[in-house]
């Protein structure tokens, strides 16, 4: 049976995991540039993209859970 609410968090949270590993790949690339004043800006601005990109899914957690609380304390990915 498709669970529209389910299918939807699955979805983003299968993008977001995409872009979670693009920031794990940019600051690891970026942690092994030598030291300079545009390294320490660079990664000054993919922290904040980091803390972003959490707060998104924090926000997206909330607004499912809002809609039908058992699609977060049942994933589907435990299923």
Do not use: N
């Not at 389910?6 to 299968?14: A, C, G, I, N, Q």
Request: charged share 30%; glycine share 2%.
């Amino acid at each position: 049976m498709s669970h529209p609410i389910r299918e939807r968090f699955v979805v983003f949270l299968d993008g977001w995991l995409l872009r979670q590993q693009r920031f794990l790949d940019e600051l690891r690339i970026s942690s092994d540039s030598p030291e300079t004043s545009i390294k320490e800006e660079r990664q000054r601005h993919l922290i904040e993209q980091v803390l972003c990109h959490y707060q998104q899914y924090f926000h997206e957690k909330f607004l499912t859970a809002e809609e039908d609380v058992f699609v977060i304390f049942s994933p589907p990915w435990l299923s």
